[in-house]
């Protein structure tokens, strides 16, 4: 189960839950980014308009197309086909806040804060970034972890855990495209259920992210 919420909480990370502010120098686009979960490639897409202070993630698992948003201070995981969603409450981040790092905001407060420091730049996908490294909270205690940002965009992430490096990266990245406004937006009528640990809104039984009982897919929380 650790593994998973770590994984989760990367995938937080690089989405900016709490945005609602300018985040980007690029005024919308479509991230792709990919993790090796397990040996299984987590693939995610990340939607943003208004220069970040709009986002949108959306998953595939087992057929299921999950749209991630967040609304009201958390993580609503949306079935679009179904019309309902589950939340995602602070656990994603070990009770912690999965407020995204503006990489624009070059105060004082905001480097103290994330402990944030340049260490050098890349090119990545003929982008040149700023790699940093930076404090994040997760799982209920402090980690250090490299990210390489393009104009704001988090293009690339790298963790050591318990588990090994685990980095989740960008393989694609479209700049300046039109985004339905209903990719941010909450379906009307939406039926909203609470996830726990015993069993998955989705029903099913436990199982792994990718086949068995996800919360994306099945039931509750893989038993890692």
Not at 6 to 18: N, P, T
Not at 140 to 149: A, I, L, N, Y
């Amino acid at each position: 189960m650790k593994k998973f919420l770590l994984i989760a909480a990367l995938c937080a990370f690089c989405m900016g839950a709490k945005a609602q502010e300018k985040m980007y120098e690029v005024k919308s686009g479509i991230i792709t980014m990919e993790m090796d979960m397990m040996g299984r490639a987590v693939v995610q897409e990340i939607y943003f308009d208004d220069y970040g202070a709009k986002q949108a993630t959306v998953m595939e698992f087992q057929g299921k197309r999950m749209r991630s948003l967040e609304v009201d201070g958390e993580n609503l995981m949306i079935d679009d086909a179904e019309n309902t969603a589950f939340k995602m409450p602070g656990m994603m981040m070990g009770g912690g806040s999965n407020e995204k790092i503006n990489f624009l905001d070059k105060s004082d407060k905001n480097i103290r804060k994330n402990k944030i420091k340049v260490v050098g730049t890349e090119t990545l996908l003929d982008r040149e970034c700023t790699k940093y490294t930076v404090s994040v909270y997760m799982m209920g205690q402090v980690m250090k972890q490299t990210v390489w940002v393009y104009k704001g965009i988090v293009l690339k992430t790298s963790i050591n855990t318990d588990f090994g490096e685990m980095v989740q990266q960008a393989t694609k990245l479209v700049e300046d495209v039109e985004i339905p406004a209903s990719t941010f937006e909450v379906p009307e009528g939406l039926e909203i259920k609470s996830m726990n640990r015993g069993g998955g809104p989705m029903g099913g039984g436990p199982g792994g992210p990718m086949g068995g009982g996800a919360p994306m897919g099945g039931g509750g929380f893989p038993p890692f």
